[in-house]
């Protein structure tokens, strides 16, 4: 099962934050944290990551281009759920980079960093 989260994580890292640095990643990764522990979110890693409708690429996942970014993503992915690293502590259930949806206007800004911003 940790194989299966550690990929799942990865994914999300990858193909979410792999242009940002160490913090704006790991705050992605603590979006899916913070969804595993709520009850409105499904309860495992890869539950979460594929729940209908909350990551857009993982309908048609692309191919992984970036052999390096993608290695570390896994290393990034594997340290947090071994606990080798501590994730920043907030409450962001959501974030998006970009133009926001009416969905976001619903939400609490928690903050911006890099090319995302939280929400709760």
């Known amino acids: ?14 193909y979410e934050a792999r242009s940002e640095p160490l913090d704006g990643q790991l705050l992605v990764a603590e979006v899916v944290a913070n969804r595993v522990n709520s009850e409105d979110f499904e309860n495992t890693i890869c ?9 857009s690429w993982t309908k048609d996942p692309p191919k992984i281009l970036e052999e390096e970014a993608w290695l570390e993503s896994v290393r990034l992915a594997s340290d947090i759920l071994q606990d080798n690293l501590e994730l920043p502590g907030t409450e962001a259930l959501y974030f998006h980079s970009g ?3 009416s ?7 928690l903050g911006q960093y890099g090319q995302h911003n939280f929400y709760k």
């Open 103 to 109: 969905f976001f206007k619903t939400r609490k800004l």
């Open 99 to 101: 133009n926001p949806t």
């Open 47 to 55: 539950s979460v990551v594929y729940q209908k409708g909350q990551f």
């Open 1 to 14: 099962m940790i194989v299966a989260s550690i990929i799942c994580l990865a994914q999300v890292l990858y």
